[in-house]
């Protein structure tokens, strides 16, 4: 009974040394694995720290071979640092040329579109137009371009002449005959004398012929008739159309349509301009009555 008694106490012991001894080999073998994974970095270890220095590169620019060699598509240095690279700084002249690459679709155009597609702007906006960059300011400087809009703010009666400037000069010295042509009648409306003997060259040679048909000449005769017409009780309130201005280098005309509230009819009115010390001077005003039993021809040569 002593014999069968051990026998059988012994078998859990077996069987418990049995499982310590597994998971001690087991620990044993995890251990030898993990310092074997480990042990081909740390080879590595010298080489990487060298590379990432020196990366593979002489002063010449050429690459050692005995270092390039054991690595396909990329250094050692690209292999064993997972951190990506850091990208070079851009030039500026790149960003410049990125930024402004749109702009050039512009230059390809053929011109003919580009004077369509700038027609289609006022003054001020071409003008704000020339002031964003070189590339605007070529196209908004283009010469058919300032015809096109003198053509569509003005007349396309003077369609064959060709300015000694070009035609952005010209149409600001037109721009400028045309708002001081305004001037001219709102001082009328406002019954300014002061300010009609200012507007005027004082010159003997200056003359105004009112619609009444009476020829005033001299700078004081005219003064004193449009005293005269100041004088009337009646206000004068007109429109004026059909707006013309031609402009030399020192002279400038403008004729005109003058629609008042009386019942005879429309007055036909050309004022002359004259340049002295950078300033234009009114020396010549005629106004005519249209009456509507006369029917008006205008001739072109």
């Avoid at 049995?18 to 042990?39: G, N, Q």
């Avoid at 004729?255 to 002295?276: A, L």
Wanted: hydrophobic share 40%.
């Amino acid at each position: 009974m002593e014999i069968s008694s051990v026998t059988v106490l012994s078998e859990p012991f077996l069987i418990a040394v049995t499982v310590t001894a597994l998971c001690f080999f087991l620990a044993i073998f995890s251990l030898l694995r993990s310092s074997s994974l480990s042990s081909p970095l740390s080879k590595f270890a010298p080489f990487h720290s060298k590379n990432h220095r020196d990366s593979g590169c002489s002063c010449n620019g050429t690459v050692s071979p005995s270092d390039s060699a054991p690595y396909l598509n990329g250094g050692a240095a690209q292999m064993l640092d997972p951190t990506p690279p850091v990208p070079a700084p851009v030039a500026p002249a790149v960003l410049a040329e990125r930024r402004t690459g749109s702009s050039s679709m512009m230059e390809e155009l053929v011109p003919e579109i580009t004077t369509h597609a700038l027609s289609y702007l006022d003054y001020p906006s071409l003008c704000r137009l020339s002031m964003t960059n070189s590339l605007m300011r070529k196209a908004a400087n283009d010469d058919n371009a300032w015809k096109a809009l003198y053509h569509k703010d003005f007349t396309l009666e003077q369609d064959t002449i060709t300015p000694s400037n070009g035609w952005k000069a010209y149409y600001a010295a037109t721009r400028a005959i045309v708002n001081i042509n305004t001037e001219f009648f709102n001082i009328v409306r406002d019954k300014s004398l002061q300010s009609m003997s200012r507007f005027w060259l004082n010159a003997d040679y200056v003359k105004c012929i009112h619609a009444s048909g009476e020829l005033f000449s001299g700078y004081n005769a005219v003064m004193q008739s449009w005293q005269i017409m100041f004088n009337w009780e009646q206000g004068l309130n007109f429109q004026v159309r059909d707006v013309r201005a031609r402009v030399l280098t020192d002279m400038a005309w403008v004729t005109m349509k003058t629609y008042v509230d009386m019942d005879t009819g429309p007055f036909n009115v050309t004022n002359v301009f004259e340049s002295h010390n950078g300033r234009w001077y009114m020396v010549h005003h005629h106004s005519s009555v249209m009456n509507g039993e006369v029917e008006q021809h205008i001739v072109h040569g």
